[in-house]
């Protein structure tokens, strides 16, 4: 059976990655990318998300664009990571496949509420504006959801924008606030896990080896890994987002447990902060799945054997 998924994305090197790995799995069925503002602006990542589905031969997978800035807050973006573009590091053309019609809050609307209930899984890779204006706005909508899976945070890792705040969650904080708060199953990978999933000079030359669709992902990821390589010293920049496709994927790839998670918000020093009580030391209720532990190898051999399907 398919697991039916939406990607909400900000497509970002390691965003593009993840709708490849998605796109390239049988398992999965991508009813819809839905485009944020986030590692750039809306009018580039709602770009980039049609790149990535034309690469990947997928010109019938609807792209919406959303929301173009945070709930709050001013924009901010990371073109100091992935470069003006966005996907900065391969050399590809504009895409031909138009947006599809329509804000992507509405489309998800729309789509979850003539989804079976708890039917489709949520797949969110860049601040969580979309998510949580859909929430705010279509309060019925949530129904349809099996479950949330997130890339963002960080615990005892620290932060990766601030020394407090990872940046999907730091960009829109109070979106993240409202997500937290919604009761729906929620799975988080934090940079405690992503950090571990590092992009070294084997798999890059297993990639090149693919043909055209990996050596665009090995050149998108050179580009990408050289900001927290010379940042955090590691020996490869870390492949954050694609985690999350892999986990619907092969779950047992990754271990983590329950906790009780809550967004800071107020606070100019830790403004979006995850505070993950991972000792259960507040006796508050777990409102999420989050997830510490990753086979980083087997992680990039699944990785790798998908990208090779297409
Ligand atoms: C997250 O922020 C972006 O730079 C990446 O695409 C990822 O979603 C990592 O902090
Ligand atoms: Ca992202």
């Known amino acids: 059976m398919t697991r039916r998924i939406v990607i909400d994305t900000d497509p970002g090197q390691d965003d593009a990655v993840a709708l490849l790995l998605a796109l390239a799995s049988p398992e999965l069925e991508v009813a819809a990318v839905t485009a944020v503002a986030g590692n750039v602006p809306l009018s580039r990542t709602s770009v980039n998300a049609r790149v990535v589905c034309e690469l990947a031969g997928r010109p019938d997978v609807p792209v919406y664009a959303g929301c173009d800035r945070p709930l709050r807050r001013e924009p901010y973006t990371a073109e100091y990571v992935h470069g003006p573009t966005g996907l900065d590091g391969a050399d590809l053309p504009e895409p031909v496949m138009p947006l599809a019609d329509g804000h992507a809050v509405d489309a998800l609307a729309r789509l979850l509420t003539a989804a079976e209930p708890a039917s489709v899984t949520l797949c969110t890779l860049g601040p ?183």
């Open 128 to 310: 969580l504006t979309n998510v949580a204006t859909l929430l705010r706005d279509h309060p019925g909508a949530g129904r349809g959801l099996a479950g949330i899976v997130a890339m963002g945070g960080g615990f005892f890792e620290g932060g990766n924008t601030t020394p407090a705040a990872e940046f999907n969650i730091y960009v829109d904080p109070e979106a993240a606030d409202i997500v937290f708060r919604s009761g729906l199953p929620l799975t988080l990978f934090p940079l405690d896990a992503t950090h571990q999933v590092l992009i070294l000079d084997d798999h890059l030359r297993r990639l090149r080896a693919l043909g055209r669709v990996g050596r665009a992902v090995a050149g998108w990821l050179e580009f990408y890994e050289r900001w927290d390589v010379a940042k955090y010293g590691f020996e490869g920049g870390p492949l954050h987002d694609p985690c999350v496709i892999a986990y619907l994927l092969a779950p047992g790839l990754f271990g983590g447990k329950d906790c009780n998670v809550q967004i800071e918000v107020e606070s100019p020093l830790t403004v979006g902060m995850t505070v993950v009580d991972w000792w259960g030391v507040t006796g508050d209720p777990a409102n999420c799945h989050v997830v510490r532990d990753v086979d980083a190898e087997g992680f990039f051999d699944l990785l790798i054997e998908r990208l090779g399907r297409l």
